[in-house]
Each structure stands twice: as C-alpha cells, then as structure tokens.
C-alpha cells in the first residue's frame, strides 16, 4: 500500500495515452493493410472481413478508453493540462477514422475488386505500400515528437493529396482510362481521407490547438 | 472539467515531501497552541465558552456551519480535537460537532457541480452525484445521532479503543514526536508572554497562530500532496471507472488520505459523473471511502493532544463513519436509498434552477443558523 503513496506526476496519464493512441495507429494500419489487399486482389474479402470488423472494435474501444481518460485526467490535473485534453479529444477521432475509411475500401472491395492490368492497378498498389507506411511513421513522429519530422511528414502528405486529386479529377472527366471509374475514384478518395486524417494528428505537433485540422489553410 | 487541479509546477518530488512532513509538524503545533490557549485564561472560563455546545442540536448545527465557511472538515475535526485533547471540550459536546463536520463538507461538491448547469443532462448527473453524499451524510447522521444520544456507543466504543493503544505503550501520548511539538509550540507562547502578554492577550494571539496554523498547514499539505500523487490519483481514479464495491472504496480511502481532504476527492468525481464516464452506483463507494479517508486528519492531530480524549474524539470520527457505511452500504435496497434521493433532487434542479440555491441555503446555511440560534446554552 505504502507503495500507492510514491510520487508521481501529470506526464504519467498523458504517456498512457499516447501509448494507447500508437495502438489505434498499428490497429488502422492493420485494417488498411487488409482492406486494400482485398481490394487491390491480393485477400479474399471473406477471409479478412472478420479481421477488419474485430480490429475496428478494438480501435473503437481504445478512442472510448483513451475519452475517458482525458476527462479523468483534466479532473484530476485542471487547466494546466486543458491543451493536452483538447488535442488528445481531436487526434483520436483522426486515428479512429482511419479504421472507419478502411472498412469503406472493403466495402467497395466486395463490389468491385481492381483487377491485375487496370492502368491505375500499380498506382493503387504503389500508395497502399506509401499510406502503410505513412501510418507506422505517423505513430513514430507522434511519439518522438520530432517537429522536423512533423513538417516532412506534412508535406509528403500534401503531395500526395495532390496526386489523388489529380487522379480523381482525370476519372470524373471523359477519358477516365479505366472501365471502372467509380470504385477507382472511391479509393482513391478513400486515400486522400486516410492521409489527411494522419495529417491531422501530425499538425497538433506543430500547430496551435485551434489551428488543429486546418493546416491546408495556413 | 474541475478547474481545481492539481497546479503545475517544477519543485521536485522530494522537496516536496521535505515541505509536507514540515507542515505537518506546523499543523501539529498549531493543534497544540490551541489546546493550550484556552488554559490560560483559566479552565472554567474556557470550559463556559463551549456551553452552548452541550446541546447536541447546537453542537450538530456549529459543526455544519463552521466546516461550510472554511470548506474543510479536516479543518473543524482538527480544531475539535485540539480542543478536546486541550481539555476545553468533553467528547460527548464534540461527537454532534463532528457529525455536522461531515454533513458541512459535502457543500464542496455540490457547489462544484453548478458549474455544469447550463447543460441539462449533465447538470442533472453532476448534481445527483454531488448529493448523494449529503444524503447519505444527513440520513447517517439521523440515525446515528439519536443512538448515540441514547446509547453513547460511538463514545464508549472511542474510549475502549482509546484504552487499548494507550494500554499498548501509549505510543501516541508519550512518543518524541509529541515532546518535540510541545517545545516548539512553548517557544511561540515564551514569545507572546515576553512580550508581556498574560491572560486574556496571550490567549487571543496563541489561539489565532493555532487556528492560522491549522488551516494554513492543511491548505498547502493538500496542495502538495495532490502534486505529488496526482498521477496516481489518476491511474486510480481510471481504474475506479469500470469497477465498484470494496475496490472503489479503498481507492476513496486511498486518494483521500494522501490529499487530506474529502472534498478534493469528491469534487474529483462530480465531472465524471457529470460527462456520465463514472455512474452512480461506481462513485457511491469512492465517496464512502472518501468519508473514511477525511478521518486521517483527525487521528492525526490527536498525536499532538495533551489528553487521551484527543484521540478518543478522533477515533469517534472514524467509527461515526465506518457505522455509517456498514448501516447502509452492505445492502443493495439500503444502499440505492440516497442514490434514488439524490437522483430525484437532480431530476428537480434542472426543472428549476432555483432549487439549486434553496437547497444549499437551507441545508448548509439557514439550517445550521437556526439550529444555533435555537439550541444554544
């Protein structure tokens, strides 16, 4: 018991909070990974399903714990930890979405898988590897709470923004070069969602908590 | 979110505690200079000014008042007990104080969770949450104050314990600790009476540097100890969420005893319950561990009280409380009674604002008035 009277202090709760946010992060990666593999052909979408509905739970219930340890924690500490709260509150519907944006991509998956020799086949793939990544290196720059890193991050994922919306403006014109525009622009739409949506847990690392998701308008 | 926090700061962990043991021996001293105050103007003459706390009504309604103006019944049980252990008040006159001392600190809480009531649901929450204590405080202490009245059993369970540690070596009443607190507490009334001071003039000064003492050492006591163990105060409080029953309760014990204060425990609670994270029926046990925990200060300050009633007093405090929760927590019918109070008062505070002030007007100030005016000696 004489234990339970050691010193301890305010950095302990939002540590574990982090923690618990890179576990959200590695769950979206997981169900990314498995939502675009069966949509890019390389799972069969029964076989994964499962998988993906599971892991969004255990997402889903790390954003629930992680709510109520920020009112626990503004409870106990007050107003000097209020900036932590606010952007803890914000961040964690960003890591959550990512789960919520990869059960979209299986859904259109079931409908319309892409097939091997689409012409933007190899592209999709090549930013399935990209936003994977991207995921794990979000969670890194998050913990370490590199600023340099942060900005790098941020303008990677802007160029990549770009590309998906150059991508989705050719689909929705005339010559769409694929035969199956709708899922194409789906995913792709589905992309740019997952990457601003780990963009936006990147600004609370370089931004003012009310500048927070609107760095695209700095 | 309670704006009350535990405030930021650098001082390191073990300058803090250097700080905390140092006021405790303030605090201790202080429980001795006021003890010792009212010796100097003679025993009679101290013994007269707490008259009117013979009637149990009275002694009840002080006990209110006085813990609802410093907001604190660490402070009112401290100052009981000095005055107890100091000789200037008999146990039986202190038990009714003590028990106004319980229902008085429950005000906190509830004036803490005004500030949800321009959010209907959770105002309705934070409320109901904040008044279970007081329920559960004035329905112990309708029952217990007529037994005790009638039976004296708190008392005489008091003395019996009393008689058994001072039985055991009188670790309490003869340790260094106590010698060391007198000597310091000889070295300010040496002060006064250089000075020229007797009487009446040495009193008044030695009482006011006890008093000032007291609150003072707990105010920054509680302010560094929730510094310090605020992260687990945390890590206990997350844990506390999902759980109820004996582990709620320790943890209420637990939390109240590092920061000695209830009211920082239960004033903790009210926005959890306001956001719904923490349900009723889950806090309900933290705040009777909480009731248990506040009892710390009172045992405390009887290590510096120059009669064994000091702690008989104290001790009283500890079995008031522990009555309390064994009459009605073990069972569930009993144990929802004040939750269902509490519930229907918040249903009525969000109809009507209004409520909300006459409730605790009526309850922690008119009261308590009237009860003074009435049944003073």
């Given at each position: 018991?004489?234990?339970?009277?050691?010193?301890?202090?305010?950095?302990?709760?939002?540590?574990?909070?982090?923690?618990?946010?890179?576990?959200?992060?590695?769950?979206?990666?997981?169900?990314?990974?498995?939502?675009?593999?069966?949509?890019?052909?390389?799972?069969?979408?029964?076989?994964?399903?499962?998988?993906?509905?599971?892991?969004?739970?255990?997402?889903?219930?790390?954003?629930?714990?992680?709510?109520?340890?920020?009112?626990?924690?503004?409870?106990?500490?007050?107003?000097?930890?209020?900036?932590?709260?606010?952007?803890?509150?914000?961040?964690?519907?960003?890591?959550?979405?990512?789960?919520?944006?990869?059960?979209?991509?299986?859904?259109?998956?079931?409908?319309?898988?892409?097939?091997?020799?689409?012409?933007?086949?190899?592209?999709?793939?090549?930013?399935?590897?990209?936003?994977?990544?991207?995921?794990?290196?979000?969670?890194?720059?998050?913990?370490?709470?590199?600023?340099?890193?942060?900005?790098?991050?941020?303008?990677?994922?802007?160029?990549?923004?770009?590309?998906?919306?150059?991508?989705?403006?050719?689909?929705?014109?005339?010559?769409?070069?694929?035969?199956?525009?709708?899922?194409?622009?789906?995913?792709?739409?589905?992309?740019?969602?997952?990457?601003?949506?780990?963009?936006?847990?990147?600004?609370?690392?370089?931004?003012?908590?009310?500048?927070?998701?609107?760095?695209?308008?700095? | 979110?309670?704006?009350?926090?535990?405030?930021?700061?650098?001082?390191?962990?073990?300058?803090?505690?250097?700080?905390?043991?140092?006021?405790?021996?303030?605090?201790?001293?202080?429980?001795?200079?006021?003890?010792?105050?009212?010796?100097?103007?003679?025993?009679?003459?101290?013994?007269?000014?707490?008259?009117?706390?013979?009637?149990?009504?009275?002694?009840?309604?002080v006990g209110i008042l006085a813990t609802v103006l410093v907001q604190s019944?660490?402070?009112?049980?401290?100052?009981?007990?000095?005055?107890?252990?100091?000789?200037?008040?008999?146990?039986?006159?202190?038990?009714?104080?003590?028990m106004g001392a319980n229902i008085g600190t429950s005000v906190t809480n509830?004036?803490?969770?005004?500030?949800?009531?321009?959010?209907?649901?959770?105002?309705?929450?934070?409320?109901?949450?904040?008044?279970?204590?007081?329920?559960?405080?004035?329905?112990?202490?309708?029952?217990?104050?007529?037994?005790?009245?009638?039976?004296?059993?708190?008392?005489?369970?008091?003395?019996?314990?009393?008689?058994?540690?001072?039985?055991?070596?009188?670790?309490?009443f003869k340790s260094p600790i106590k010698v060391f607190i007198g000597k310091?507490?000889?070295?300010?009334?040496?002060?006064?009476?250089?000075?020229?001071?007797?009487?009446?003039?040495?009193?008044?000064?030695?009482?006011?540097?006890?008093?000032?003492?007291?609150?003072?050492?707990?105010?920054?006591?509680?302010?560094?100890?929730?510094?310090?163990?605020?992260?687990?105060?945390?890590?206990?409080?997350?844990?506390?969420?999902?759980?109820?029953?004996?582990?709620?309760?320790?943890?209420?014990?637990?939390?109240?005893?590092?920061?000695?204060?209830?009211?920082?425990?239960?004033?903790?609670?009210?926005?959890?319950?306001?956001?719904?994270?923490?349900?009723?029926?889950?806090?309900?046990?933290?705040?009777?561990?909480?009731?248990?925990?506040?009892?710390?200060?009172?045992?405390?300050?009887?290590?510096?009280?120059?009669?064994?009633?000091?702690?008989?007093?104290?001790?009283?405090?500890?079995?008031?409380?522990?009555?309390?929760?064994?009459?009605?927590?073990?069972?569930?019918?009993?144990?929802?009674?004040?939750?269902?109070?509490?519930?229907?008062?918040?249903?009525?505070?969000?109809?009507?604002?209004?409520?909300?002030?006459?409730?605790?007007?009526?309850?922690?100030?008119?009261?308590?008035?009237?009860?003074?005016?009435?049944?003073?000696?």
């Open positions: 018991m004489f234990k339970w009277f050691k010193p301890s202090d305010a950095g302990e709760g939002p540590a574990r909070m982090h923690r618990e946010l890179r576990e959200m992060l590695a769950h979206g990666r997981h169900t990314f990974d498995a939502a675009a593999n069966a949509f890019l052909g390389g799972a069969d979408p029964e076989v994964v399903r499962k998988d993906i509905w599971d892991t969004d739970a255990k997402i889903n219930e790390l954003e629930r714990s992680i709510r109520r340890e920020v009112l626990v924690h503004g409870s106990v500490h007050g107003s000097s930890q209020l900036p932590v709260c606010l952007v803890l509150m914000s961040i964690v519907k960003d890591a959550e979405r990512i789960g919520d944006y990869s059960k979209n991509l299986f859904e259109v998956a079931v409908v319309s898988p892409k097939r091997r020799g689409d012409e933007y086949f190899d592209d999709l793939v090549a930013f399935r590897t990209r936003i994977s990544t991207a995921i794990e290196e979000a969670s890194s720059i998050y913990a370490s709470q590199d600023e340099d890193a942060a900005r790098a991050f941020l303008t990677e994922s802007g160029t990549m923004a770009k590309e998906f919306d150059r991508h989705v403006a050719r689909l929705l014109g005339d010559e769409p070069g694929t035969d199956q525009p709708a899922p194409t622009v789906l995913c792709y739409r589905y992309y740019k969602r997952i990457v601003s949506h780990l963009s936006n847990i990147i600004t609370s690392l370089v931004m003012p908590v009310d500048q927070l998701d609107y760095l695209d308008e700095k | 979110m309670s704006s009350e926090g535990a405030p930021a700061s650098n001082t390191p962990a073990w300058a803090r505690i250097v700080i905390v043991v140092l006021l405790l021996i303030v605090f201790l001293v202080g429980i001795k200079l006021l003890g010792g105050s009212f010796k100097m103007v003679g025993k009679e003459t101290a013994k007269s000014l707490f008259e009117g706390l013979r009637n149990p009504f009275a002694g009840l309604a019944s660490s402070v009112t049980t401290a100052v009981v007990v000095g005055l107890v252990g100091g000789g200037e008040l008999s146990v039986g006159s202190a038990v009714p104080v003590i509830t004036l803490v969770s005004i500030g949800h009531i321009t959010r209907n649901a959770e105002f309705k929450r934070a409320f109901a949450g904040a008044t279970m204590h007081d329920f559960f405080n004035l329905i112990a202490v309708a029952i217990l104050l007529p037994v005790e009245l009638t039976t004296g059993v708190l008392q005489r369970s008091a003395v019996a314990l009393t008689e058994m540690f001072a039985g055991a070596g009188g670790v309490a310091l507490a000889g070295v300010i009334v040496d002060g006064f009476e250089a000075l020229g001071l007797e009487g009446w003039a040495c009193a008044i000064p030695t009482l006011a540097c006890g008093l000032l003492f007291i609150m003072a050492a707990l105010v920054f006591i509680t302010r560094n100890m929730r510094v310090l163990l605020a992260g687990r105060m945390e890590r206990a409080l997350n844990r506390a969420l999902g759980r109820s029953g004996i582990l709620a309760m320790g943890i209420g014990v637990l939390i109240t005893v590092a920061v000695q204060s209830s009211s920082i425990t239960t004033s903790l609670l009210v926005p959890l319950i306001g956001a719904g994270v923490l349900s009723l029926e889950v806090a309900f046990p933290i705040t009777l561990g909480a009731n248990i925990g506040t009892t710390i200060t009172a045992l405390l300050a009887a290590l510096a009280a120059d009669k064994t009633d000091g702690l008989t007093i104290a001790l009283v405090h500890l079995l008031f409380n522990t009555a309390g929760i064994l009459l009605l927590y073990p069972i569930p019918a009993i144990r929802r009674i004040p939750l269902r109070m509490a519930e229907f008062l918040g249903a009525l505070a969000v109809r009507n604002r209004l409520l909300v002030v006459a409730y605790i007007g009526v309850v922690f100030v008119l009261l308590p008035l009237l009860g003074i005016l009435l049944f003073r000696g």
